[in-house]
């Protein structure tokens, strides 16, 4: 290896041009690597969306959900089935096996299997749309298009964007919200009907019979060759008002103009679109898998930049929910805290070694990061914030083996060596335990590869980078940094030592060796007092701490849902709402960046239209701009919201990183198909989860639906009438929700011609009970001579978990006062189902779950690190005890990351763990480092006693720790105080690594000393 080191050492121009090429190749990449919010994860989820126009929920639930649940069944790989089912239309949601081995297979057998249900009722007009759910597909930006202008002419607009913006070449998918489909509108006269005795299905039948494009084949001649068509199509949409319904011989024509008022308008208002709480048609715009989020947005404001220099003046443009800032703002963090880290490591090492030397070390911050860079595209993997929180974990580790061998070199040049000899020389001397220590953080990391769950798949690229990153500053550290070094230690011997050693440390150096003189001494009590605050720590985090799966406090996104009173229209719901956005906008100001509010929509399925529910996404400005944290602003507006009249309930979320990856924080699903008995029970646990303190918002999903028109048949009069029930069910369908007869293209879009009874009447009881149903001889029978009407509470929606009826109830809490699991375990600890709800059955899910899981499997990954380590440090030491040694030191380092948490209000979570496997690394490898030179110092036999060996050791490594521990904790802690930008993945992160380094220097410097001793002092033991 002296050769290899040698000639390395020997070539500065090699060593430049390897770090100027990870310089160019990293900034190369940057210009063309993909950028995103997070990691593209396939989540296992396929939704099956099927339409049942003017259906009741109980109606969709037997004819159509079902029927599909039934042919899902037969799909292995499927970890659950829920469904939901309400008035027109069907909603399910399948979830894969997280650990399944081939997903996409088991996705082509589930539509396979919905493509095998062929009997879906006549009215379900479309085919179920199966639809995969992936975080690659999810929105970047809305565009909402505001101003006083008329509907028609807004609308034009919107749609020449919406053909530009699917041009644009990162653009998957635009959206249209606040946007109604162009219709023809034939509303039949009730008085008319009964004045000419001609039932709608007639008017249907005459309309479809005449408005015809065929092809009937091919006329050939002589000389040509044509073909014969058969048109008799709508010129005009108001041509359909000279269909003839009814002729005689004498002339006389009934037609529909005289029937029926023809308008030409647009499909009815079911959502309304708010954008910035203006009222707005917007386009929501979603990018390609493999587009850069930060282009595709630049891009498409481009576009939208350009096309508003051609709008009218009354016309403006708002953006909401634009994902590429939060990506940008990500990045800076990282920059700046990068920068913030380079100048503090170049001071740092000056103040210990010198300007050159630090310059160098600080230099493989850059070099090792877009080294990653580089190399992640070839793993296929992208820039995500998850990345780029890795590099913020990586960034204070890889610069560790950096200074151990700089720090090494300039103590073999103050022994009196040349340059040359002195690079050689020192970076074979720690080469070993260099080598060791990388590989030992790999193995701390390598374990998280094989986390199970949506959570596996979503941090995986963290242990990617950290390997990536270890890997460039290997090669770094041996190929170019002993070069580098070399270059600038000098020629003159005793000038150099002097100024390499920097003299002011030596009395400090000479201090810790009296101190640790005495603590050696003691060195069992010593380690008794660790103990003891180790066990106290540990006592504190059982008792009064809670895992929480990804903190809320810094999260900036929020949802508030209002629920209106069951049946209220939809533009009352829209006023209310109103109402709450200027509560939002009044008590957030400058917090809030934007808002997008969907009045029409809610609930827990995306893209159920329910009149009586609005939701409204607010995204607030970076952490570090506001004094308030998301919490905070959620318990200010929960406050004022309770003033607001007529709203039944608002329910506010904080939208953290582990909501978008597990759900709510508590998901409780109540599974029996007694529906009795499984509502008592979902009574009975919304009771007690209302008693529990922290507990907030909490909702259920088996409301009673809007009251009802209960149209009770006389089967006796429908036999003497010749009708049937289906004869009344088809009438009353067209009438009240019309049915779409037939269709013309116009221009670049596809008309309906929609044909129901006239808005007064489908607005009266009266009408309903003179509307007239033909029977099979053509006479037309009024529906309140054959049934009667009951009014009353309508059907609830249906839920369905795995086929059966279900009942979810859902809640927030407040993480200062408990966590997801906690609550939860409390929740079912006060129910005993064999005894007291026999035959129901509950099931957890949200993040309670996901918590419980990922903290077993980041235990298991924790324990398999240590194994790993422990066994490569026996190739090293050759010794099963001194590894151990090693080895303890990690949980005596939790006491620094408890302290923190307890000293900044934090609470234990998954990316805060994540920082303690880090720490895991870091501690092992000063702690290693400090053992080898120990035993190096013993194998050359001086005359000094082992506790003078020690504190000899211990001294000379005292140094470079404290270097490594500067210079690691001064990177990371202003990212933990947010000096250089604050990220919800990263600050947890950041706190637990910085301040558990910081604790475990004194581990290094006084714990693994003494544990050292103490296994002497029992090798002693056992060989008298």
Not at 490 to 500: E, I, L, P
Not at 762 to 773: A, P
Not at 925 to 942: A, C, P, Q, T, Y
Not at 1007 to 1015: A, D, Q
């Amino acid at each position: 290896m002296d050769s290899f080191f040698k000639f390395f050492a020997a070539r500065h121009k090699l060593a430049n041009l390897f770090t100027i090429a990870v310089l160019f190749l990293g900034l190369y990449a940057l210009s063309y690597i993909q950028r995103d919010r997070r990691p593209h994860v396939d989540f296992g989820q396929m939704t099956v969306t099927t339409r049942y126009p003017g259906a009741s929920s109980e109606d969709v639930e037997l004819n159509v959900t079902n029927k599909i649940e039934e042919q899902l069944k037969g799909v292995r790989g499927i970890e659950d089935v829920i469904s939901f089912s309400m008035e027109n239309v069907s909603t399910i949601q399948v979830n894969l096996d997280p650990n399944a081995s081939d997903p996409n297979e088991i996705k082509l057998e589930i539509r396979e299997a919905v493509g095998r249900v062929t009997d879906l009722p006549e009215e379900v007009d479309e085919l179920p749309l199966v639809k995969d759910i992936k975080s690659s597909i999810t929105p970047v930006l809305e565009i909402g298009i505001t101003g006083d202008m008329p509907y028609r002419e807004k609308r034009i607009i919107i749609d020449r964007l919406q053909k530009q913006l699917e041009e644009l070449p990162g653009v998957s998918t635009v959206e249209k919200y606040g946007y109604r489909a162009r219709e023809i509108k034939i509303e039949v006269k009730s008085s008319a009907l009964e004045d000419y005795q001609i039932s709608l299905g007639e008017i249907i039948a005459a309309i479809q019979g005449q408005n015809i494009r065929a092809t009937a084949g091919t006329f050939e001649s002589y000389t040509s060759e044509k073909s014969v068509v058969t048109l008799a199509q709508f010129r005009d949409p108001f041509e359909v008002g000279d269909v003839i319904i009814r002729s005689t011989f004498e002339g006389l024509h009934v037609k529909v103009k005289d029937l029926a008022i023809i308008r030409d308008d647009f499909d009815d208002e079911r959502v309304i679109s708010r954008v910035n709480a203006l009222p707005a048609m917007s386009l929501l715009v979603s990018k390609k898998e493999n587009a850069d989020i930060i282009r595709t947005v630049d891009a498409v404001k481009k576009l939208i930049s350009r096309e508003q220099e051609n709008f009218p003046e009354l016309i403006g443009v708002n953006y909401a929910n634009d994902a590429s800032d939060r990506v940008r703002s990500r990045m800076d963090v990282v920059l700046s805290n990068a920068v913030m880290g380079f100048i503090l490591v170049i001071l740092v090492l000056t103040a210990f070694l010198q300007f050159r030397t630090a310059l160098w070390v600080a230099l493989s911050i850059p070099v090792t990061l877009l080294g990653v860079i580089f190399l992640l595209p070839m793993f296929n993997e992208l820039l995500s914030s998850i990345a780029l929180a890795a590099m913020v974990l990586v960034l204070g580790i890889i610069i560790d083996d950096a200074i151990v061998i700089s720090e090494n070199i300039h103590r073999h040049r103050e022994m009196g060596k040349s340059p040359l000899e002195a690079a050689t020389d020192g970076i074979k001397e720690v080469f070993a335990p260099v080598v060791t220590t990388i590989l030992t953080t790999a193995l701390a990391f390598i374990p998280m590869f094989f986390i199970s769950g949506r959570i596996g798949k979503f941090i995986y690229v963290i242990p990617l980078v950290v390997c990536l990153a270890l890997l460039v500053s290997l090669i770094e550290v041996t190929i170019a940094l002993p070069a580098h070094i070399r270059g600038g230690l000098g020629r003159n011997k005793h000038k150099q030592a002097s100024s390499a050693g920097r003299t002011w440390f030596l009395p400090i150096q000479r201090l810790f060796k009296f101190m640790i003189y005495y603590v050696l001494k003691v060195r069992y009590a010593f380690v008794l007092l660790f103990v003891l605050l180790l066990a106290f720590s540990v006592r504190h985090v059982i008792k009064n701490m809670d895992f929480v799966l990804f903190p809320s406090g810094s999260a900036d996104e929020l949802s508030v849902q209002v629920e209106m009173p069951i049946g209220t229209p939809l533009q009352v719901t829209s006023e209310k709402t109103a109402q709450v956005e200027h509560l939002i906008d009044s008590l957030l100001g400058k917090d809030l960046v934007s808002s997008i509010t969907r009045v029409g929509r809610g609930g827990d399925f995306a893209g159920v239209e329910v009149e009586n529910m609005a939701q409204i996404a607010l995204l607030l400005s970076p952490t570090t701009e506001r004094d308030r944290t998301g919490v905070d602003i959620v318990k200010e507006l929960r406050q004022k919201g309770r003033d607001i009249p007529g709203i039944s309930k608002i329910t506010y979320s904080v939208k953290s990183v582990g909501m978008a990856l597990a759900g709510k924080p508590i998901s409780l699903r109540v599974v029996g198909s007694d529906d009795t008995m499984r509502r008592a029970l979902a009574d009975s646990i919304v009771t007690i989860m209302t008693a529990i303190d922290g507990i907030k918002d909490v909702d259920r999903d088996d409301k009673l639906g809007k009251e009802q028109i209960e149209i009770v048949a006389n089967r006796e009069k429908l036999a003497r009438a010749d009708l049937t029930i289906a004869d009344i069910g088809q009438n009353i369908r067209i009438a009240y929700d019309g049915q779409i007869v037939t269709s013309v293209r116009y221009g670049e879009e596809d008309v309906d011609f929609r044909v129901s009874l006239q808005a007064k009447a489908r607005k009266s009881l009266d009408y309903l009970s003179q509307l007239l149903i033909p029977n099979k001889k053509g006479r037309l029978i009024p529906l309140g001579e054959v049934t009667n009407f009951k009014t009353g509470p309508g059907p609830t929606n249906f839920y369905h978990y795995n086929g059966e009826r279900a009942v979810t109830i859902s809640a927030s809490v407040d993480q200062e006062i408990t966590s997801p699991m906690a609550a939860t375990k409390s929740i079912l600890g006060k129910i005993d189902l064999d005894k007291d709800w026999v035959g129901m059955r509950i099931r957890t899910g949200g993040e309670s779950k996901e918590s419980s899981s990922s903290m077993i499997d980041l235990l298991v990954a924790l324990g398999l690190a240590v194994i790993g380590i422990y066994f490569l440090l026996i190739l090293l030491f050759d010794s099963f005890s001194q590894p151990l040694m090693v080895l303890l030191a990690i949980p005596f380092g939790l006491i620094g990351v408890i302290g923190a948490f307890v000293l900044h209000d934090q609470v234990p979570s998954f990316v805060a763990m994540l920082g303690v496997i880090g720490l895991a690394g870091v501690v092992v490898n000063d702690s290693l480092v400090l053992v080898n030179h120990i035993n190096r110092l013993k194998e050359k036999g001086n005359k000094l006693n082992i506790l003078q060996i020690v504190i000899e050791g211990t001294t000379d490594r005292l140094r470079p720790i404290l270097i490594t521990t500067f210079t690691t904790v001064a990177s990371l802690l202003p990212l933990a105080y947010g000096i250089g930008g604050s990220d919800e993945m990263m600050t947890p992160m950041a706190l637990a690594l910085g301040y558990g380094l910081l604790f475990a220097t004194f581990l290094t410097l006084g714990l693994v000393p003494s544990f050292y001793l103490i296994g002497q002092d029992v090798s002693k033991l056992f060989k008298r």
